[in-house]
């Protein structure tokens, strides 16, 4: 299958800094990737889909001044928590389908933030 | 609103057989996703079911009823290594995938 790399897979960070986090397609060109979040035993919550060349598209509830999205090209998409706060610590994991959509998400290996 | 049910949690016995359920109600439809998701990890994929009916890969074998909205994933010949959360989600009819909470299922020796 194609595979979706998620980098760093860990970050320790000091509140009040930045975090950015890398999605990269590397065998497949992605139009569309998604952030999902998720918290110790829930499910993924999505919070934007990030589109090629144009806006992420953010959820209801989710601060896209504080979490920006940037997807500068097929194969990449960055989050970056800004203003990190013990909060925002939590499992962010990306994922890419191939345009058309009705295929499975192949996911990143998820990034797990510690904000101290 | 859009909705998927699973049970939170479910306990079974190595070398058995067990069935999670999954059901949902969706704005339209669009395909079934079963995931496996070990603690700390992203999830894998295990199937995919838009036709209704059973699909069969090895161990593991998914079932879908779109006019009842309901879905399992059955699990055979338990492993220790399957002892892993498995989400249930469906493809909207506008190709968003809405998640279920998952189903954390401990398999015991």
């Known amino acids: 299958g194609a595979v979706v790399s998620q980098h760093p897979s860990r970050v320790i960070c000091k509140s009040g800094t930045s975090v950015k986090i890398e999605c990269r397609s590397l065998d497949f060109q992605a139009t569309t990737m998604f952030w999902y979040r998720q918290f110790p035993k829930k499910s993924l919550m999505l919070m934007a889909t990030?589109?090629?060349?144009?806006?992420?598209?953010?959820e209801q509830g989710v601060e896209k001044d504080k979490f920006l999205i940037n997807h500068a090209s097929l194969t990449l998409s960055t989050l970056t928590v800004t203003s990190a706060h013990p909060e925002d610590s939590s499992f962010y994991i990306c994922s890419a389908r191939y345009t058309g959509g009705d295929t499975e998400a192949f996911f990143g290996q998820g990034t797990r933030l510690t904000v101290v | 609103g859009q909705n998927i049910d699973q049970p939170t949690e479910m306990t079974a016995t190595e070398g058995a057989i067990v069935q999670i359920n999954c059901t949902y109600q969706?704005?339209?439809?669009?395909?079934l996703f079963w995931y496996q998701q070990h603690a700390g990890e992203a999830p894998t994929f295990l199937s995919y079911?838009?036709l209704d009916g059973l699909e069969e890969k090895g161990r593991f074998s998914s079932f879908l009823s779109r006019s009842k909205g309901y879905s399992y994933l059955l699990l055979k010949e338990l492993q220790m290594k399957d002892s892993a959360s498995y989400l249930c989600?469906?493809?909207?009819?506008?190709?968003?995938?809405?998640w279920g909470a998952g189903t954390k299922l401990i398999i015991k020796p």
């Open positions: 990030s589109n090629e060349g144009s806006k992420a598209t953010y």
């Open positions: 989600a469906v493809l909207d009819s506008n190709y968003q995938l809405i």
């Open positions: 969706t704005s339209g439809f669009n395909g």
């Open positions: 079911n838009v």
